[in-house]
């Protein structure tokens, strides 16, 4: 009576699909961009094992506070600071001929405190002494920090050395 037919459904040609996943895949790698690591360059002294600690007697007047509190709130000598008024106070403090070279940053932060408001400070007591370094090249040697030789970077390093001293709440 009926006769059944069966339908053939006919296969779809998948050959360019490889191509077209394979040229998709190379232009998101292309047009995306790279979100670079932030982190802070730090040298870390050696690890001795048989050394013990060195105390040192420094003068409270050579010795700037910068505390971070737990909502991110800078103090400089327990006075509020904005981070882009801290520049303008480390470049005051380190300049003077005084304290040039025997003065220490010390940094505290509470464990609760914000990573961000720690970062932030980080970048101006770098920027101040990167900004130090500038005009004392500029003073010197008639050219920006960045066109100096290595012997002249390291001597205008030894004339404003970074001495950050970090203390950590371990609550």
Known sequence: M?????HKI?????TSTADISFMLLIFFLVTTSMDRDQGLMRQLPPLEDDKQEQLTDVSKDNVMM?????EGQLKVNDSVCTPSGLRSQIVAFVGQESKRTTHILQVKTDPKSHYDAYF????EI??????????????????????????????????YPQRVAEEYDEN
């Open 66 to 70: 910068l505390e971070i509190n737990a």
């Open 120 to 123: 932030k400070m980080q970048n």
């Open 126 to 159: 770098v920027a101040a002494y990167a900004q130090l370094r500038e005009q004392r090249a500029r003073t010197v040697y008639h050219k920006a920090y960045v066109h100096c030789t290595n012997e002249q970077r390291e001597a205008l390093q030894q004339y």
């Open 10 to 14: 006919p296969a779809l040609n998948t």
């Open 2 to 6: 009926f006769k059944h037919r069966s």
